[in-house]
Structures are given as C-alpha cells and as structure tokens.
C-alpha cells in the first residue's frame, strides 16, 4: 500500500476545515435569509408582509406595474416574499446591435442538388449527342519530315501564335502570356472598390473586357483567317483551315 | 389435406423484403457505413429537419453548406459554370480511364492504338469523342466561369485568394488539355505541339532547360510522347484535385454562388 504524502494530507486536512467552516457560515447565512439578497431589500420585504403600512418608497412608473399599495394589500411579493420591481423597459434596437439581417433561404437540398443535378444530366446529354454527330479528327500518323501547313496550335494557344507575327517569340511566346497570367492574379488586389453594382466598377469591367477581346480577336483570326504559310486569309474565299 | 394446416402463414414477398432491409439497417456494417443522422439510418420523410440532415450528415457538406439564397439557386442567375466545369473533369477522368485502357504511350503504337480503338473497340468511337469534345468544353466553361466571377466582381474580399486559385486551375485546364493533345500522335498533335513547346524555348534563363525537360531531348519525339502521357493522365490531374480541394474549401469558407459568407 502506498502511503500518503505527509503534505498532501495536511493539504486535505485544511481543505476540510475550510469547507466545514464554510458550511457553518452558510448555515448561518440560511437562518436570516437568503445573504444575495440586499439587506435593504430584506427589511422593506418585511414590512410589505408586517402590514403593508410602508409602501414602496419609490413606485415604478405606474403603467407596467399592476396593484398599486392599495391599503393594505402588500405589494406584489414573488415566491420567496421579495419584492418584485420592474425598472425600465428598453427597445431591443436601442441596446441590441443586430448585425444581420434576415436573408430569404431555400434549402440545398432540394433546391439546389435539383439544379446541379439537371445541368449535370444536360450537360452529359449535349456531349453524347454532340458526340454521336461530331468525330473527333484523327490525322495521319505523326511524321516529322512532312511539315503540314499551315501548321497551328490548339485553339486556346491560337492568340499566341497570332502575337508571334507581331512579335519576338519572348515577347509573345512569355512575356505576354505571362504578364497576363499575373495581371489577372492581382485583379482582386489592385480592384479596391467596395461596390458591386456594374456602374460602380466601369474600369475594371471595361478593362478586363478588353482584355477578353483582345484575347477572343487574336485566337478567331488565327483560327480562321489564317491559311498556309500562316498568311492572312479569309475563309470564305480560301476555306477554313482549322482542326479542333 | 396440407392446404387446411395452418402453420405460420407464409411471408410474402414483400413483407420479406421489409425483413431483410430492416436487418440490413440493424447491422453494424450499415451503421459504420452510414453516419448518426443520415437519412439512409432513419428513412427519410419531407420536413425541414431532413432537408438539412441529406447536407449535414454526408459527404456534400464538403461542397455545400445546408441552405443557400434563394435567388442564388436560379439557373438565370448561377449558370452552374464552376460545377460544370467540375463535372467535366469528373466526366473526362472516367472517359480517361477508358481510353488507358487501350492506348500505350510509345510512337510504334499510340496512333495505330487510337486507329483500332475507334474501328474495334465497342463505344471507343464514342468514348474518345466525348473525352475530346469535353476537353474543349471545360476549357470554354473554366473561361466562361472565370468572366462571370469577374464581371459579377466575386473576387473581392474575402475571395481574392480563391480567385488566384482559380487562375492556377484555369492554367492547369489548359496545360491539361494541351498535354492531351499530343497523344493521339498524329499530324495534327505533333505540329500543334511543335508549335506550342517552339514558344516554351524563348522563356529567358531557363528556357531550353525547360523544353528539354518536357520533350525529353532537344526535338519533340518519342520520349515526349511518354512524358506528356504521364503528365496528362498523372501529374496534371493530381495537382488539380489538390487546387480543386482548395478552390472548393474556400468556396465553403468564403462564400460562392451566395455571395461572401
């Protein structure tokens, strides 16, 4: 068997007595009433009960309060014979800062999973079809001694190779496409209005739909307008020369 | 006569069903699978309780919170471009892994593969179309997305670092797609692809560094090939699903289709 620490023990010992005198005092506390409780309001509850001949010295404002000191008829006296008081009524947005305000909320499910779940269905349906009616192109095997021309980028890089007719490849092969990456990496940073509202925001909203055309005119001329040697052409003169 | 003795009257189909599906939900393998509130544990009845418990007790919490605005969840006014930007990327990775199953990634064999997956294969025909025209589809809606989110200004505080992510997704849907270019090596792959890495060479510093690290040698050929397959149909998609993860954390943290949180 281990034996207790002396400390520990006298530890103990004082925590004992401390709570037994503690227990006495409460005791005491029990026997004049409740000690929470003002000593003020004690006594005036008292004389309520007594003979109702002191009334409330200082009445609450009449209205809320029903039963006035009528005779003697004490005044109204809760449970444990104190005297209740209302003192003041506040309206809640005096005091109270709500923050938010109510917002109109449907469900996820079924409101929104049905949405997504539709877009996926017709989403999955256009591409079958599409699909079905559209080949994909399949070329002749690779050969590297048969350049064909003109020879072009997939379509997203078309605005590149367009801009490598203007420029030197490091200008429009990375510096351009990397500057753009970047721009548009900081827009949210460099945007500082608070607004939303389109009329608010006219220079972003003008300036990335340049940017958006500049990018959507280079890749439809490259596309389209471009034909052997990467000339300009126009493709209901020459015909298209465009694969996807 | 054995018609005439009453034993236990004999379940019918039905009522034997309602057994075998009420032991199924007793057992432990269906509690484990199944978490405390899911509706698949206590049956679902309409009321707005099981409304919320169908999000909160399944994996869409991840993606959803319980309730949204309600004018967000208008067609005319979401679009659904993110989460059909999403789809097609689950969609191109199940087509994906279809056609792994008949391609090899060397230049003797990856065309005539694509060859007798279009002219032998049951649906290969198919199936390479839809990968193909889902490919050029999710680079149109990750585009379309990145427009509306801009012009609606969503990338305003608290979203901006969402929207950096999304310009990295944006830049891995085009190398994705670009790295699946080249694998049907065909004429058409390999001078797109010729045009597009010629470009990567002007990069200053690092430039011929890095286009001999991504065509395996000075020239675009057959090591390429290899690289790009395991770039397409690995790393690139890895790396999305991690950008993806982030991307879908801060729409629940920060607020998507229903404004900031």
């Known amino acids: ?244 | 006569m054995a018609s005439t003795i009453e034993e236990k009257p004999r379940l019918t189909l039905k009522e034997r069903a309602a057994k075998l599906g009420e032991t199924l939900q007793g057992s432990q393998a269906w509690n484990s699978i199944f978490r405390p509130g899911s509706i698949f544990r206590k049956g679902y009845t309409d009321s707005p309780r099981n409304r919320s418990y169908v999000i909160m007790n399944s994996v869409l919490y991840h993606l959803h919170p319980v309730k949204v605005k309600r004018h967000a969840v208008k067609v005319s006014y979401t679009l659904c471009l993110g989460g059909l930007s999403f789809f097609l990327f689950i969609l191109l990775t199940v087509t994906g892994i279809f056609l792994m199953f008949f391609y090899r990634p060397t230049a003797a064999n990856a065309w005539q593969d694509i060859q007798s997956l279009q002219t032998s294969v049951t649906f290969g025909l198919m199936v390479r179309n839809m990968h193909r025209w889902g490919a050029h589809l999710m680079v149109l809606s990750v585009f379309l997305h990145m427009a509306r989110v801009f012009y609606h200004g969503a990338y305003k505080a608290p979203r901006e670092f969402n929207w950096v992510v999304g310009v990295i997704l944006l830049t891995l849907t085009l190398l994705l797609s670009f790295t699946g270019y080249l694998l049907p090596w065909d004429q058409l792959a390999l001078w797109a692809v010729a045009v597009g890495t010629n470009m990567m060479g002007y990069s200053p510093v690092i430039g011929s560094q890095v286009r001999f690290v991504l065509l395996g040698g000075v020239e675009i050929g057959a090591e390429t090939l290899l690289r790009w397959y395991v770039l397409h149909v690995l790393l690139f998609p890895f790396v999305t699903v991690i950008f993806l993860a982030i991307h879908f954390w801060r729409v629940r943290k920060d607020g998507g289709i229903s404004g900031p949180l």
Not at chain 1, 92 to 102: F, T, W
Not at chain 1, 225 to 231: A, E, M, S, V
């Open chain 1, 1 to 244: 068997m281990t034996e207790i620490p002396e400390h520990l023990l006298k530890r103990a010992q004082a925590a004992r007595e401390k709570a037994a005198a503690e227990a006495g005092a409460s005791s005491d506390g029990e026997a004049s009433g409740d000690s929470r409780i003002p000593a003020h309001l004690l006594e005036r509850s008292k004389a309520a009960k007594a003979g109702g001949s002191v009334a409330v010295a200082e009445k609450p404002s009449g209205a809320v309060v029903a039963a006035p000191a009528e005779g003697n008829v004490p005044m109204a006296a809760g449970p444990g014979g104190h005297t209740q008081r209302l003192l003041t009524v506040v309206k809640s947005g005096s005091i109270q800062d709500v923050k938010s305000e109510p917002v109109d909320k449907v469900h996820t499910w079924p409101h929104l999973l049905a949405v997504e779940f539709v877009a996926a269905l017709a989403c999955t349906a256009f591409l079958f079809v599409f699909s079905w009616v559209v080949n994909a192109p399949l070329l002749q095997a690779a050969n590297f001694n048969q350049t064909p021309n003109p020879s072009k980028a997939p379509w997203y890089f078309l605005g590149l190779q367009e801009l490598l007719t203007m420029f030197h490849p490091m200008i429009a092969g990375v510096t351009l496409p990397t500057v753009g990456l970047v721009a548009l990496m900081f827009a949210p940073y460099l945007d500082k209005t608070a607004s939303n509202h389109p009329e608010d925001r006219k220079f972003m909203t003008s300036m990335f739909t340049i940017f958006l055309m500049f990018w959507a005119v280079l890749v439809i001329i490259g596309s389209f307008f471009r034909g052997p040697g990467f000339n300009f052409t126009f493709p209901w003169r020459d015909g298209i020369f465009f694969e996807l």
